[in-house]
């Protein structure tokens, strides 16, 4: 099976940069499309517990559609086909269900995440939640 619609998700990390440099190398000898994803996490406990409101994600969505914009021109500038995103919303559901589903995603590769034991036990990795419930192949880059 040759992939054709791959999957980055984004977060600004060390190993999510080594997910998109990873993503960008296998659609470029695929000539497959990139889609690279960057999603505020809206969490509902941040917004009762904190008061925080809309403004504040609206602020972070715009910092982040600036952030992703030198991933875009990389990929560009190797040649890759590449689309990019940024969502608002449950980081686990839109990258490991939604979004592939509704773009037809047959790849997701995404970073291994950086928490600690207690963070993993208390929410779980964004990572494990895609290999447990994307319906495609996931790819893990340490």
């Keep these: 099976m040759a992939y054709q619609r791959i999957l980055v998700g984004l977060d600004g990390s060390k ?9 960008c190398s296998l659609a470029q000898s695929l000539s ?9 996490n809206r969490d509902r406990g941040m917004d009762s517990s904190f008061g925080v409101n809309e403004d504040f ?3 972070l969505y715009r910092k982040v559609t600036q952030k992703i914009k030198p991933y875009l021109e990389q990929a560009q500038e190797q040649k890759v086909e590449v689309v990019g995103k940024v969502l608002i919303g449950n980081v686990k559901t839109i990258l490991a269900k939604e979004f592939p ?7 997701i590769i995404l970073g291994n995440t950086g928490i600690n034991a207690v963070e993993k036990m208390l ?5 494990g939640y895609a290999v447990r419930h994307a ?3 996931v790819l893990i880059v340490r």
């Design 15 to 23: 190993p999510a940069d080594r997910a998109f440099r990873v993503g």
């Design 123 to 127: 929410q779980g990795s964004h990572s």
């Design 135 to 137: 319906p495609c192949d």
């Design 32 to 40: 497959a499309r990139l889609y690279v994803l960057w999603i505020v």
């Design 57 to 59: 994600y609206q602020d």
């Design 101 to 107: 589903q509704e773009q037809q995603i047959d790849l």
